[in-house]
């Protein structure tokens, strides 16, 4: 790295703001493209919290002040690792595909009903079907998505769309008979 940037990096660790925000507009290509290979929504901000604290933990005496590559590929390759802990830990934790905003999925033109809309949302909320299931039927009824363009998106057979979608709406069905 060159000299510029090893100085840089000295100041973000001394806690310059400018200095790091700098070293995340430099990074931001990286981050960007580790945020769209996780696809959940905090993925940008959870990337840039990791880059923060790499900064912060880096040891300087290790790199050569002269090689901006090698300073690169590290945070690089710290960034792939990463990115890989946060998506375990998002699929660990259900966060993968889970979060689902009902405002914000296009009206097909069906007559705004407040009982539908109060059903639907009761039904996505309770944990009666898994988290692929309610993207596949969300997808696939309220997106109008084809089994197809579902499969891709989750990357899973078509198969697999079909099963899930049977198997979740067997599954509201004997919910919606208990109540």
Do not use: H, W
């Not at 934790?93 to 999925?105: H, L």
């Not at 198997?167 to 004997?174: C, D, N, T, Y």
């Amino acid at each position: 790295m060159n000299t510029k940037m090893y100085d840089v990096i000295k100041l973000a660790k001394m806690n310059n703001k400018d200095a790091m925000q700098s070293l995340i507009d430099k990074f931001m290509p990286i981050i960007l493209k580790y945020e769209y290979k996780l696809r959940y929504v905090e993925a940008r901000t959870d990337l840039i919290i990791e880059f923060i604290q790499l900064i912060d933990k880096i040891d300087l005496s290790k790199f050569d002040s002269e090689k901006e590559g090698t300073f690169v590929v590290y945070v690089n390759k710290a960034l792939i690792s990463r990115s890989i802990n946060l998506l375990k830990k998002n699929i660990i934790n259900g966060k993968q595909n889970s979060e689902i905003c009902i405002d914000i999925i296009p009206d097909r033109g069906v007559e705004d009903n407040n009982f539908d809309n109060f059903l639907v949302r009761e039904i996505l909320s309770k944990k009666i079907i898994t988290d692929k299931q309610r993207v596949i039927l969300i997808n696939r009824y309220l997106r109008d998505k084809s089994d197809a363009e579902i499969a891709c998106d989750l990357k899973i057979s078509r198969q697999a769309v079909c099963e899930n979608r049977t198997r979740a709406i067997s599954k509201i069905r004997e919910y919606l008979n208990v109540i």
